[in-house]
T-cell receptor, first 116, second 111 residues
Framework: EAQVTQNPRYLITVTGKKLTVTCSQN?????MSWYRQDPGLGLRQIYY???????DKGDVPEGYKVSRKEKRNFPLILESPSPNQTSLYFC???????????????FGQGTRLTVV | GDSVTQMEGPVTLSEEAFLTINCTYT??????LFWYVQYPGEGLQLLLK?????DKGSNKGFEATYRKETTSFHLEKGSVQVSDSAVYFC??????????FGKGTRLHILP
């Protein structure tokens, strides 16, 4: 079954304690991305990756890091979480646009993070 | 820059009512347009899409037509069900693979 798997689904942590949210996809997609979802703000892109070892900032990258050492995995790292990073996080993957237009993005089920 | 504007919710309707959720966009070039749906406790999933002007996307009774002249992609359904209660996101995809989402519209269907 084609899927994007995020872990954990729920996480409560304290300010400053480093954490990693994992994301893995089994569709051999080149493009992967992280979003945060906040009430009234919709989904905002944090970081994205066009391929292995290629990552770039999205619209709200401050306070986050990512890595793309393997095609299937794209972890999101919060080195020193703060309360304003309390949010619902989604990982997504898709094929690159090329000969095919309008490629579909597949989303994980989300990680609800609370930083106290 | 590229952007998507969709009607704010929540939208509350009775079962079997007609649904319209408005979506307009601003984009350079010729974007692909999407509607994604998010059911409670889940991630987003593609509902329908259109990749060029005048295309109509359809799925599960929902439809949307890519209108280049009005830069719109309004979502419609003739008769909604309680199971359609969800958050709906209009989105566009620009040439560099980036998907830009609207803020989402929460839909409540009353039995």
């Amino acid at each position: 079954e084609a899927q994007v798997t995020q872990n954990p689904r729920y996480l409560i942590t304290v300010t400053g304690k480093k954490l990693t949210v994992t994301c893995s996809q089994n569709m051999n997609h080149e493009y992967m991305s992280w979003y945060r979802q906040d009430p009234g703000l919709g989904l905002r892109q944090i970081y994205y990756s066009m391929n292995v070892e290629v990552t770039d900032k999205g619209d709200v990258p401050e306070g986050y890091k990512v890595s793309r050492k393997e095609k299937r995995n794209f972890p999101l790292i919060l080195e020193s979480p703060s309360p304003n990073q309390t949010s619902l996080y989604f990982c997504a993957s898709k094929q690159r646009e090329g000969g095919t237009r309008g490629t579909e993005a597949f989303f994980g089920q989300g990680t609800r993070l609370t930083v106290v | 820059g590229d952007s998507v504007t969709q009607m704010e919710g929540p939208v509350t309707l009775s079962e079997e009512a007609f649904l319209t959720i408005n979506c307009t966009y601003t984009a350079t070039g010729y974007p692909s347009l999407f509607w994604y749906v998010q059911y409670p406790g889940e991630g987003l999933q593609l509902l329908l899409k259109a990749t060029k002007a005048d295309d109509k996307g359809s799925n599960k009774g929902f439809e949307a037509t890519y209108r280049k002249e009005t830069t719109s992609f309004h979502l419609e359904k003739g008769s909604v069900q309680v199971s359609d209660s969800a958050v709906y996101f209009c989105a566009l995809l620009v040439g560099d693979d980036k998907i830009i989402f609207g803020k989402g519209t929460r839909l409540h269907i009353l039995p």
